[in-house]
């Protein structure tokens, strides 16, 4: 695939998308502009930027899979040319800076717009995780004639956008709450129970709650699924990319877990369910922190086992 190539002044790639945009496409994250990749006429970029601009988010994400899926092809089967590298960084970017569908609300009676998507904008985010660990760094620089300096900050602010989304967007817990949220939705239509038959379904408010269950039974799914995805998939990914680019330079590991939406106190608990202590992650355990957290280890271990603790200090 060749594209005509031409370059287009940053002023007028830095237009607004649309007013949904403004308020939620991911302005932190580093443009492939600021690292001097250009942006093609052609190729999918251009027509994932029209339906940002056009907030069709459902055909936004759907367009996203295909993208996505081609550019695992084009990493199995050879190269990129120069072209397609462009084009796949800026999509990357539009995809993984792009907002998420609404939250169902389940107080509405009225059907989540997004139900038929299956959950399109969770898989096209945590799939970037993937294309971008699976990315050849040198391969890429070559092609793209910039340091691979440039090209793994680019990644790792990538990734660590689109974890900091998916995590302010999950509520911890709320599968808690799925019992009493039940009963509410439930409570207004227990007359029912004492209607005929032939009765109900004569007016259309018999069937209102249907929708406010559909609502919340979608609403708990993509809440676990947001958590699922962030804590087995991406957050490992993560994690080891870190780790691979930046070795003993735990100043820059820590740096970008920050930009994730992680606090201090949760750097080494998240290195630790990730790539755990070893070899290779031991300079990230130094220093005043990673003795606190030694402590902190050594006191949860203790609360866990206390009769081993009486014995140890026998």
């Not at 269950?213 to 990319?241: A, C, G, H, P």
Request: net charge positive; glycine share 4%; hydrophobic share 35%.
């Amino acid at each position: 695939m060749k594209h005509i190539f031409y370059i287009i002044p940053i002023i007028l790639f830095g237009c607004n998308f649309s007013s949904a945009e403004e308020h939620s496409f991911d302005h932190e994250l580093m443009s492939p502009d600021s690292i001097h990749i250009r942006r093609s006429a052609e190729g999918h970029a251009p027509l994932l930027k029209s339906l940002l601009e056009q907030n069709d988010l459902k055909a936004f994400y759907q367009h996203a899979k295909t993208v996505l899926s081609e550019l695992n092809a084009m990493r199995r089967h050879g190269t990129m040319t120069r072209e397609e590298a462009c084009d796949m960084l800026w999509s990357l970017y539009l995809i993984g800076g792009a907002p998420m569908y609404e939250a169902p609300d389940y107080t509405s009676d009225q059907p989540w717009p997004y139900k038929n998507e299956k959950n399109n904008d969770i898989y096209s985010k945590t799939r970037i995780s993937t294309a971008i660990s699976l990315m050849d760094i040198n391969q890429l620089s070559t092609t793209l004639k910039i340091s691979k300096r440039k090209l793994i900050h680019f990644n790792i602010s990538l990734l660590s956008g689109i974890i900091k989304k998916i995590k302010k967007m999950h509520i911890k817990d709320f599968h808690k709450n799925d019992e009493s949220l039940y009963h509410e939705i439930f409570s207004p239509i227990k007359h029912q129970s004492e209607m005929d038959a032939k009765d109900i379904g004569n007016d259309i408010k018999d069937y209102e709650w249907t929708h406010k269950w559909n609502n919340l039974v979608t609403f708990s799914s993509r809440n676990q699924m947001l958590d699922t995805y962030v804590v087995r998939i991406t957050e490992k990914r993560f994690i080891l990319m870190l780790v691979k680019y930046f070795p003993d330079q735990a100043g820059e590991v820590v740096k970008y877990i920050r930009k994730a939406g992680y606090g201090d106190g949760e750097v080494l608990d998240l290195i630790d369910r990730t790539a755990g202590y070893n070899s290779k992650t031991a300079y990230l355990y130094q220093g005043k922190n990673g003795e606190e957290h030694r402590k902190k280890i050594q006191q949860k271990i203790r609360n866990s086992c206390p009769d081993a603790s009486r014995n140890a200090n026998k």
